[in-house]
């Protein structure tokens, strides 16, 4: 055995104690990712509030996870959901399956299913992460979703804290991390999750924004 | 008033408060393990419990407390939940006789036995039982690897480790614990002995199981050894077991090397020693823990060869020397 490897080794070791960390605190400090990072999905609407997805099934045989099922329907003037003939009756993307390609998005010929940077989806079971239209649609009141060109840095919104600050962000400012089923705020170090009513405004993005 | 109390009692008394010290510095080694070896991988350990995750053990027992324990179909039921006792128990009985300061009226110990060092090695030479019936009871394969393992390095490394002690009791003419420390009054028996020391603190690694000699547990070749089975509040006690037992051969190297509770000004102030015996015993546990932190674990093969082609005709030699020299010039 070489006596003077272990010592310096030892040495290494013991001067490795005192320099920077390299951990981020991670729920109180979060790190910047990627510009065009691929998280959860959301599917897009028209300006005049009109569902993008025709229901054409084509991201379900893109995907090469098997992630997706869609089940179209038929639009009438009575019920219309989308421009087109047919919309999505049924759209559920399996979160647990998907790997976050991004191939549903190019397959997608109206720019409906689109790729967020959202990417805190953890829950306790596996059924709650099989996102059905209630959580994937942009609601209404939220405008149109956001095309990944015209996001400003390619971040939605809600999470222009992240994108303006550069390596790491101080959550004291507030953020949502995921917020089609559940909201989660971050808020002073401390998460706050406000209950859905019923389609009703959970979030307030003006808030966000300005009461930093 | 002390010495009012009937013994029995006095005993009591101190043994409790002695157990609930070892198992609260049990806790804290195993967190500053967690910590130290965090920071030497640039990483910050646990620190989400409490204010730099000092309530971490605290969380941790209630985890180990609440989850199941599993006995597996195959194993010898009471040899199997009755091994993690035995590890604790050996581990444990060490603290009746190791001394951690002098009072007026003696060493400040549960029992000032005058063969103190034969009782702690008796002792803690039992503790292979613990580890190598938890391995065969568990009747499964890597448990029993792991066991055998065991028994065959610690029984190999304690003769080693034994040779190296004897030459400080032949220094210091006595087996007493306490003895052997006021022998260090002028001059600790690390300068003298520093060879008995090297084999000490390298069989004394060997001997609780800890890297670079982990091959008991090696999880990247026997999943956890001998106590994969394992799971819950018995798991627990192999793990106090073994962090316990380096809290005792830290005490031991202190004791027999590095003058226990001697240093400057120590002399009739106990708590002072008593403060010098905690600083050696907190050196010697960071050593340990910055040891973990650096070295790879060694190939059983290699790990047998040198102990018994390298340490064991070192001790010897040791031995041998020390016996002509006390033999000629005490
Ligand atoms: S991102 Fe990829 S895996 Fe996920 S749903 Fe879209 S195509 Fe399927
Ligand atoms: S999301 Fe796009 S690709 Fe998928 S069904 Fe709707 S329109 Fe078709």
């Keep these: 055995m070489n006596i003077i490897a272990i010592f310096k080794g030892l040495a290494t070791t013991f001067g490795y104690m005192f320099r920077r960390k390299a951990t981020i605190d991670y729920p109180f400090v979060k790190r910047a990712h990627a510009p065009r990072f691929h998280g959860l999905h959301e599917l897009r609407r028209y300006d005049d509030g009109m569902e993008r997805c025709i229901g054409c099934e084509l991201c379900q045989i893109a995907c090469p996870a098997n992630a997706i099922t869609v089940v179209g329907g038929e639009n009438t003037p009575e019920d219309r959901h989308s421009p087109g003939e047919r919309y999505a009756f049924r759209y559920e993307i399996d979160e647990l399956r998907c790997i976050f390609c991004g191939m549903c998005e190019e397959a997608c010929p109206t720019d409906a299913i689109t790729l967020t ?71 002073k170090g401390k998460t706050y999750m406000p209950t859905p009513a019923g389609g009703e405004l959970v979030r307030e993005p003006e808030r966000l924004k300005g009461g930093e | 008033m002390i010495d009012a109390l009937p ?32 920071y030497m991988q640039l990483r910050v350990g646990p620190n989400k419990v409490g204010p730099w995750g000092l309530l971490q053990p605290a969380a941790d027992a209630v985890k180990m407390i609440f989850k199941e324990d599993l006995t597996p179909s195959t194993a010898d039921p009471l040899i199997y939940r009755l091994a993690p006792f035995i590890a604790v128990f050996t581990a444990l ?42 391995g065969w009871a568990s009747g499964s394969k890597y448990p029993l690897l792991g066991s055998v393992r065991a028994t065959a390095q610690m029984i190999s490394y304690e003769l080693a480790m034994t040779m190296s002690v004897i030459g400080v009791i032949l220094q210091a003419s006595t087996t007493s614990l306490s003895g052997i420390v006021e022998a260090q009054s002028r001059l600790w028996f690390i300068v003298p002995q520093c060879l008995g020391f090297l084999i000490y603190i390298i069989t004394a690694v060997a001997e609780t199981n800890r890297v ?84 790879p674990r060694l190939r059983y093969d290699r790990l047998m060869a040198f102990g018994w082609k390298v340490l064991l005709p070192l001790a010897t030699l040791n031995l041998l020397v020390t016996a002509i020299v006390v033999a000629l010039w005490y």
């Design chain 1, 117 to 187: 940077p959202r990417f805190e989806m953890s829950n306790y079971t596996r059924s709650s992460l099989i996102y059905d239209k209630s959580k994937l649609l942009v609601p209404a009141e939220y405008g149109v979703g956001e095309a990944p060109h015209e996001r400003p840095g390619g971040i939605p919104a809600d999470l222009g804290e992240v994108a303006r600050t550069k390596s790491t962000m101080n959550p004291e400012r507030g953020y949502l991390a995921t917020w089609r089923g559940i909201d989660i705020l971050t808020s």
């Design chain 2, 7 to 38: 013994l029995w009692l006095l005993v009591a008394i101190k043994s409790l408060v002695l157990l609930i010290i070892v198992i609260t510095l049990f806790a804290y080694t195993m967190l500053a393990e967690r910590k130290v070896l965090a």
């Design chain 2, 93 to 134: 009985l060490a603290y009746a006789v190791i001394p951690f300061s002098q009072g007026e009226h003696g060493p400040w110990s549960i029992a000032n036995v005058n063969a103190g060092i034969l009782f702690v090695f008796a002792i803690t030479s039992m503790g292979v039982y613990g580890i190598s019936l938890a």
């Design chain 2, 212 to 295: 670079p000699f982990d091959l008991v547990e090696a999880e990247s070749e026997l999943v956890a050894g001998f106590h994969t089975e394992y799971s819950g509040l018995r798991f627990g006690l192999f793990f106090i077991a073994e962090y316990i037992n380096m809290i005792t051969v830290s005490c031991l190297a202190t004791l027999l090397f590095l003058g226990g509770w001697n240093g400057p000004g120590a002399a009739g102030h106990p708590l002072l020693g008593l403060l010098y015996f905690v600083i050696k015993v907190f050196a010697f546990l960071f050593f340990y823990i910055w040891l973990r932190g650096t070295l």
